[in-house]
């Protein structure tokens, strides 16, 4: 069975500091991976997502995240910070074959102190 | 495009009532999966519908049931609503073959049970 932990529910860091978010996998097979972002009172909005093609993926908002599979480790970063990244962060895997289900981490909330 | 979109915002109901969420797809996507997210958790896989067949479910009890329609809408039933379900219920659809399990999130339905 798949499973996603993300180290640490609360992050906060300071504006234009370096954002880091860890997520570690489980998964008997190399997964799909995805980093979404969560504002208040939203749904779910795609940062970036691992395919198997490069290990180090770009997303929006100046986000990346670096697919380490002898570490199963997909951990969020950014060189900077902005008040605006505030929100809540979930990791999440699917299997790449069989039912497209989302299996999500408990979720990291990012603080940004001025 | 149209992306996903939820009915209604917000719903309260008392315990033992029944409700019914509604979901409509992101336009040429035929498959509908729905989440439920508790506060402050992240969310957990309730079922996938594809194509108006249930298409794999989560470990959830049989009174969440589900529906997908011709136009690939779809609708999720809680019968004998527990103070439990309390959560926010998310739709994402996607489509399958795109090589990378991607589902696009709607604003989801906050329901609360009294």
């Known amino acids: 069975a798949q499973s996603v932990t993300q180290l640490g529910s609360h992050v906060s860091v300071s504006e234009g500091a370096l954002v880091l978010l860890r997520c570690n996998y489980s998964?008997?097979?190399?997964?799909?991976l995805f980093w979404y972002v969560q504002y208040p009172n939203q749904g779910l909005q795609l940062l970036l997502k691992y395919t198997s093609a490069a290990t180090l993926v770009k997303g929006i908002n100046g986000f990346e995240a670096e697919f380490k599979k002898s570490e199963t480790s997909f951990h969020l970063t950014k060189p900077s910070a902005h008040m605006s990244d505030a929100a809540e962060y979930f990791c999440?895997?699917?299997?790449?074959?069989?039912?497209?289900?989302?299996?999500f981490g408990q979720g990291t909330r990012l603080t940004i102190n001025p | 495009e149209t992306g996903v979109t939820q009915s209604p915002t917000h719903l309260i109901k008392t315990r033992g009532q029944q409700v019914t969420l509604r979901c409509s797809s992101q336009s040429g996507h035929n498959t509908v999966s729905w989440y439920q997210q508790a506060l402050g958790q992240g969310p957990q896989f309730i079922f996938q519908y594809y194509r108006e067949e249930e298409n794999g479910r989560g470990n959830f009890p049989p009174r969440f049931s589900g529906l997908q329609f011709p136009n690939y809408s779809s609708e999720l039933n809680v019968n004998a609503l527990e103070l439990d379900d309390s959560a926010l219920y998310l739709c994402?659809?996607?489509?399958?073959?795109?090589?990378?399990?991607?589902?696009?999130f709607g604003p989801g339905t906050r329901l609360t049970v009294l």
């Open positions: 999440a895997v699917s299997a790449l074959l069989g039912a497209q289900k989302l299996v």
């Open positions: 998964s008997s097979v190399p997964p799909y």
């Open positions: 994402a659809s996607s489509q399958p073959g795109q090589g990378s399990n991607e589902q696009f």
